[in-house]
């Protein structure tokens, strides 16, 4: 009795290291980071914790952007809107009507999904007549941000936006605020990690590969999109929110066309079909503007270009997003994973040895 207990019990953690290593390895990582980031942060002249906590907060949108794009394959242009839904909405009534941020953050996320909800019939659309559709919400929304004045504050924004806090529990220092984040981002994260492996997930996925085959096959399609699409505008509004009240000022600028274009980049650099692709797309994107920034203080003279890097920054991730498609079409996770396979497979060869146990690709893109 006591051996098939035993046995059960081995069994269920094997079951749950094979579905969840990835939370699982870094789960830890997250939360030890603090401890090291800060001193080496200090001798390397990089905010590490303040990085990790805007990678956390774009890994919000960049996830539900993954669903959408990469599962889905309804391509957007324009989930910078969504963020700034949320975030205005939250910075509006805890500045002027005193609502307590949770609250702000909850509604933030609901009208973002009721957009996403009111959107949804453009996604009969198509290719990069979606493509435009999106990116037209994005103008949209951003010139109404500027524009409203009397609401939004227009160019000037929103200060004094108060920060974080649970039912009464403020949550003000940068350690407090960067656990926040990352226990909301691996909750997020496991939550979509579980829908794209549910029959909903394979309902999406199969819409994606042929939507008349899903349709023979019994998927509501029109359906499932605009779910999909209200997920991933809630995500965005959520993120959003969380991020008006971190920074505590926000302005129009910030949910520009180029976030849009930005988030898009985290998707497809990070790896579309890839749940852990988010995280890694938005480190590359949130890294390396301030790994440039910190060049001239850890070589002394650069090139005046170097310096002046902000104006080129557009150009710079327009570049890295062409590559990646050219050489990484699968992004940094899945390639990463599969020549990692190719070597491991070819070690074993030259070595005589079994080969070992090919890894489904769907594992692979989930983090398995």
Not at 125 to 140: K, Q
Not at 243 to 255: A, E, K, R, V
Request: net charge positive; aromatic share 12%.
């Amino acid at each position: 009795m006591v051996k098939r207990g035993f046995l059960a019990t081995r069994g269920i953690a094997r079951r749950v290291w094979r579905n969840y290593k990835a939370f699982l390895l870094f789960s830890p990582f997250v939360l030890l980071l603090p401890l090291w980031a800060e001193p080496l942060g200090r001798s390397i002249s990089l905010n590490i914790v303040y990085l990790m906590r805007m990678v956390g907060i774009f890994t919000l949108t960049a996830v539900g952007l993954n669903l959408l794009m990469g599962y889905a394959g309804q391509a957007s242009l324009g989930h910078g809107a969504f963020m700034g839904i949320g975030a205005y909405v939250s910075a509006i009534l805890s500045t002027r009507w005193g609502w307590p941020a949770w609250a702000g953050i909850l509604l933030g996320t609901l009208l973002a999904a009721f957009v996403g909800y009111l959107l949804a019939p453009i996604l009969r659309l198509r290719g990069h007549y979606l493509a435009m559709a999106t990116l037209g919400v994005g103008i949209a929304a951003f010139i109404f941000f500027r524009e409203m004045t009397g609401l939004t504050g227009g160019n000037v924004g929103i200060r004094e936006i108060p920060k974080l806090n649970l039912f009464g529990l403020e949550i003000s220092s940068k350690k407090a605020e960067f656990y926040f984040v990352w226990l909301l981002v691996i909750l997020v994260l496991l939550l979509c990690q579980n829908l794209v492996r549910s029959r909903v997930g394979r309902a999406i996925r199969a819409f994606h590969q042929s939507e008349v085959a899903a349709r023979i096959m019994g998927v509501d399609v029109a359906s499932y999109k605009m779910k999909v699409f209200m997920l991933s505008a809630a995500l965005g509004g959520l993120a959003g929110g969380i991020y008006s009240h971190l920074q505590g000022y926000i302005n129009p600028s910030q949910f520009s066309v180029m976030l849009s274009i930005q988030l898009v980049v985290m998707v497809v650099v990070g790896g579309m079909e890839s749940i852990w692709g988010s995280v890694a797309g938005a480190s590359l994107v949130v890294f390396l503007p301030s790994l440039v920034e910190a060049l001239p203080k850890w070589m002394g003279n650069v090139p005046a270009w170097v310096r002046q890097y902000s104006n080129y920054e557009g150009l710079v991730f327009g570049a890295i997003l062409v590559l990646t498609m050219i050489f990484l079409p699968k992004g940094i996770t899945t390639s990463t994973v599969e020549f990692y396979r190719r070597k491991t497979r070819k070690a074993a060869e030259l070595m005589g040895e079994e080969e070992p146990v090919s890894i489904p690709e769907e594992e692979v893109r989930n983090g398995k």
